[in-house]
């Protein structure tokens, strides 16, 4: 691991692995976020969201650090075009001589916003989530985490269940996600003891969770950033493959700046 990278503090942070994309941008100090539709339609406006984000902020992609993303679970669509186009771009910064990536699971994603949301004094340095993410057909995704001492560790595996087999593991203190309202009836009992925060895999957990990921050594060569799949697909159609080429050619490709849309701070 490049030395830099223990005390590293410049990131840009994408996440399309739900029906919102988001986008955000630090440089150690400030920080600068965009959201706009995720899923399938972030593959024709994620690119120019990003060029737009750091025109704004004024900083060169070659000086940042590294590009973190959101690698899954989520939906099959949103994860290819997170990687293909951080794929691109690291490979494209620094005159080709790439720049580490930094997959980062979207359920921890959702466990540091919830815990973000929630930081009310109430709870303890030692907190636990169960965070869980609408998978469609029936299902959701479900992993729980441990936050102590400013890290987060993983307690089990993560898993594919129905809304009706939810079991929170013992402790768990929070239920995180984006699934009170789709699945709200068909949730079992136990969950009622249990604070629910409504939370995404939001750029800007991202960026919080980055530098200690990144100085623990997780980050890796483009080539070796991948999707995390929990569902399987046999295979992908000839049309997906083509357009995961052609985001991760147009990433490659850095494009003119465009001017920037309009800010959700």
Known sequence: MPEYLKTATKFLAFDTSTDRMSIALTDGVRVWQHSGAGG??????????????????????????????????????????????????????????????????????????????????????????????????????VQSYEFNSGLWTQTGDCALIRPENLVPDAGTQLLAGNVFGVYAQRLPAPRAGLTCVDSLPTATALLRLAPALAAAGHCVEAALALPLYVRDKVAFTTAERAASKALAAQALATPALPAPPDRVR
């Open 40 to 141: 399938a339609q972030a593959s024709g406006t994620l690119i120019p969201a990003i060029l737009a984000l750091l025109a704004e902020a004024g900083l060169e992609l070659g000086a940042l650090d590294a590009i973190a993303f959101g690698r899954g679970p989520g939906s099959f669509t949103g994860l290819r075009t997170a990687c293909a186009v951080a794929q691109g771009l690291a490979f494209g910064a620094r005159h080709g001589a790439g720049m580490p990536v930094l997959p980062i699971d979207t359920l921890m994603a959702v466990a540091e916003e919830a815990r973000f949301q929630a930081r009310d004094g109430n709870h303890p340095s030692l907190l636990r989530v169960t965070a869980l993410l609408d998978a469609r057909m029936d299902e959701m995704y």
